[in-house]
């Protein structure tokens, strides 16, 4: 299984539009990918309202795992996505 531990690059955290955008960019990457804060319970990355629901601060620490065969450059996009706590999704996401 493939894991990127990150901090939340986001002010405001994972609320509204950075959720959004992250939610996104996980559907996207077209592997399952699971998101959890450092000491919580992994939920779907492609979820809006699990996303919304981890409650993640900026700052706080979140794992980003998958077990798919491809996995390490999806997770490398969107660790880089949170820790830079980008305003818009890039288009190599």
């Given at each position: 299984?493939?894991?990127?531990?990150?901090?939340?690059?986001?002010?405001?955290?994972?609320?509204?539009?950075?959720?959004?955008?992250?939610?996104?960019?996980?559907?996207?990457?077209?592997?399952?990918?699971?998101?959890?804060?450092?000491d919580g319970?992994?939920?779907?990355?492609?979820?809006?309202?699990?996303?919304?629901?981890?409650?993640a601060q900026?700052?706080?620490?979140?794992?980003?795992?998958?077990?798919?065969?491809?996995?390490?450059?999806?997770?490398?996009?969107?660790?880089?996505?949170?820790?830079?706590?980008?305003?818009?999704?890039?288009?190599?996401?």
């Amino acid at each position: 299984m493939a894991e990127r531990r990150v901090n939340v690059g986001w002010a405001e955290g994972l609320h509204a539009r950075p959720a959004s955008i992250f939610v996104r960019a996980a559907t996207a990457s077209g592997v399952p990918v699971t998101i959890a804060k450092a000491d919580g319970s992994p939920v779907n990355a492609a979820s809006m309202l699990a996303v919304l629901g981890l409650g993640a601060q900026g700052g706080d620490e979140i794992v980003l795992f998958s077990d798919a065969d491809d996995a390490d450059a999806a997770l490398d996009r969107l660790a880089k996505l949170v820790a830079e706590g980008l305003d818009e999704l890039p288009e190599t996401v």
